[in-house]
Each structure stands twice: as structure tokens, then as C-alpha cells.
């Protein structure tokens, strides 16, 4: 199991989606989102198609700002 699909399921089993998107929404998020084919990440999801998430996620997360948005998630639940 990567590590995205990990965080993934802690996310949803403590039910803190609704704090991911406080931050996903932020202007810092909202400027990766510009960075990231957000449908091309989509339909890689749908399908299950693990290397371009992987791909596409490593393209952001090499920024600053992805490692900075990775730090603020990970502050706000608790995993500093």
C-alpha cells in the first residue's frame, strides 16, 4: 500500500475531510491545484491507475509549496 492511499484512509476513518479541505482551499492550496492536471489526477483515481497519482503527486510534492502544503495537512492532524 503507497503512502498516499495510507493517508488516505486514516483520512476518512477519523473523519477529518472536512479540516483537508480548510486547507486544500487555502490560497496555498488553491496554487498547487493550479500546479497539478486536476483531470488527469481524477481519472487516474477512477481507474486505480496508481503510477500517474504517483506521478502526478511527485510532480507537486518536489515544489516548496507541495512540501509546505504536506506539512500544513500534516500539522493539522496532529502528525508533526
Given at each position: 500500500m503507497s503512502d498516499?492511499?495510507?493517508m488516505s484512509k486514516e483520512l476518512f476513518k477519523s473523519k477529518?475531510?472536512?479540516?483537508?479541505?480548510?486547507?486544500?482551499?487555502s490560497a496555498?492550496?488553491?496554487k498547487i491545484g493550479s500546479m497539478v492536471d486536476g483531470n488527469a489526477l481524477k481519472k487516474a483515481v477512477a481507474?486505480?491507475?496508481n503510477e500517474t497519482v504517483n506521478r502526478?503527486?511527485?510532480q507537486f510534492l518536489s515544489t516548496d509549496e507541495g512540501k509546505s502544503l504536506v506539512k500544513k495537512i500534516s500539522e493539522n492532524f496532529?502528525?508533526?
Open positions: 498516499f492511499e495510507r477529518k475531510a472536512g479540516e483537508l479541505n480548510k486547507v486544500v482551499n496555498e492550496g488553491k481507474e486505480g491507475d502526478i503527486l511527485g496532529g502528525n508533526k
